[in-house]
């Protein structure tokens, strides 16, 4: 049964994504085998918390979060009826947005642990009985903190690499080698965190059985790149990668050209978001760095963006590659504003991704082409060493 959410307070922004709550509440409900029941979640200000407190709690205080059980206050003539309401759950909006701050956790992850504490108190936990009951409300909530974060932010940028340019080659033959999925295990063992297939609706490179095996072998986490295609979103469904990262994608195209439009196809988009959403699979969307973009990339439910860095890496001036990469600074820093977790790739090779990898609003790296290349000559396994080096350097210059 879906939760509901109403927003009373005031100083809701854009960092406040109401889809990506409820799918959370959703997710929750499911982890903790209720979502056959309602839940209701309130959202206000302090000044609405605080006497709503006053009058039930009788605490004249602004608080972060309350829970109202359903069964708390319901006429005992109730009593015996298929009635499947959890209760409620009352959020301050303001003091959740002062506590992210406090916490040093965005927005999103503020809220995400106080839904999880309100659920527990309706589901019966209690921190304030007893020392016992703490320690196993926080144990709880961490078990499911985990699970809502099913792609977890690191404090270094990861450095994902894209195998799809083994696959081009072995394609060129028709023949089994090379073979991108041991292509996957040594970039691994070099240290990448992430491994990123394209299956294409062509299939030009990366092939099912790539996929199925990579789902199978991969031990860090599989980003499946992807047009917003039914068979591919099957495909998906179906093999549940850690994340997906949904492309524009056109036949003629040598590589992806540009962003993701998602102003000119919201709806398509959010479907595609909401499927992969129930079935536990975070998205990305590759966007240019675009704040109109992000904000409704952040309104339909994204979990992450991936700023496309293309402009920047073909730029052929210092003027222009500095005007490309302030407009990917400015996009990184407002999309992580609002809420969004932030990705960048494409173009980025071993000159050029400095910069890029210094900026610490930015989670992970997509970087391919350069790497396979690279390999042909140095071996794949020095390739990613060298561009790991880059990396990790950038991230002390922070
Ligand atoms: N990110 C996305 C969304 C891409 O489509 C690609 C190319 O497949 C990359 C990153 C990697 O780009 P490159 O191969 O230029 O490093």
Redesign the pocket.
């Known amino acids: 049964m879906p939760s509901q959410l109403t927003n009373h307070s005031r100083s809701s922004g854009r960092d406040l994504n109401e889809r990506r709550l409820l799918a959370l509440a959703d997710r929750l409900l499911q982890e903790c085998g209720v979502d056959d029941h309602n839940l209701s979640i309130l959202l206000v200000s302090d000044e609405e918390i605080r006497t709503i407190n006053n009058r039930y709690r009788h605490k004249d205080q602004a608080t972060n979060v309350l829970s109202f059980p359903f069964a708390d206050g319901a006429d005992p003539a109730l009593a015996g009826l298929p009635i499947r309401e959890l209760g409620d759950i009352i959020i301050s909006v303001e003091t959740a947005r002062r506590e992210a701050l406090l916490y040093k956790q965005t927005f999103h992850e503020r809220m995400t642990w106080l839904l999880v504490h309100g659920l527990l108190h309706l589901l019966g936990y209690d921190h304030e009985r007893s020392a016992e009951e703490e320690e196993a409300m926080q144990k709880r909530e961490n078990q499911l903190l985990d699970k809502m974060n099913t792609y977890r932010r690191s404090p270094m940028t990861r450095l994902a690499i894209?195998v799809?340019?083994v696959a081009t080659i072995r394609q060129a033959r028709g023949i089994s080698e090379p073979d991108p999925v041991t292509a996957a295990a040594i970039c691994e063992l070099a240290g990448a965190a992430g491994i990123?297939v394209?299956l294409r609706e062509d299939r030009r490179h990366i092939q099912d059985r790539d996929v199925r095996l990579l789902r199978q072998t991969i031990q860090t986490k599989l980003n499946l790149?992807m047009g917003a295609n039914k068979e591919i979103i099957d495909i998906a469904l179906e093999l549940k990668p850690d994340l997906i990262?949904l492309?524009p994608e056109k036949r003629e195209e040598l590589?992806?050209e540009g962003g993701l439009d998602i102003i000119s196809q919201t709806k398509k988009i959010a479907k595609v978001i909401e499927k992969m959403h129930k079935a536990a699979i975070p998205v990305s969307l590759?966007l240019d760095p675009d704040p109109k973009q992000l904000a409704v990339a952040m309104e339909i439910g994204a979990t992450f963006v991936?700023l496309?860095t293309?402009r920047y890496?073909d730029a052929t001036d210092d003027d222009l590659r500095q005007h490309e990469f302030d407009l990917i600074a400015a996009a990184a820093e407002e999309g992580e504003g609002m809420g969004l977790r932030i990705c960048a790739?494409?173009?980025?090779?071993y000159q050029n991704t400095a910069p890029i990898a210094a900026l610490d609003t930015i989670e992970e790296l997509?970087?391919?082409?350069?790497?396979?290349g690279r390999a042909i000559f140095t071996g794949l396994d020095k390739a990613v060493r060298d561009m790991l080096a880059i990396v990790r350097q950038a991230d002390m210059l922070l």
């Open positions: 894209n799809d340019h990123v394209h790149e990262t492309v590589t992806t590759f991936e496309h293309g890496c790739g494409h173009g980025l090779n997509s970087i391919g082409h350069a790497i396979i």
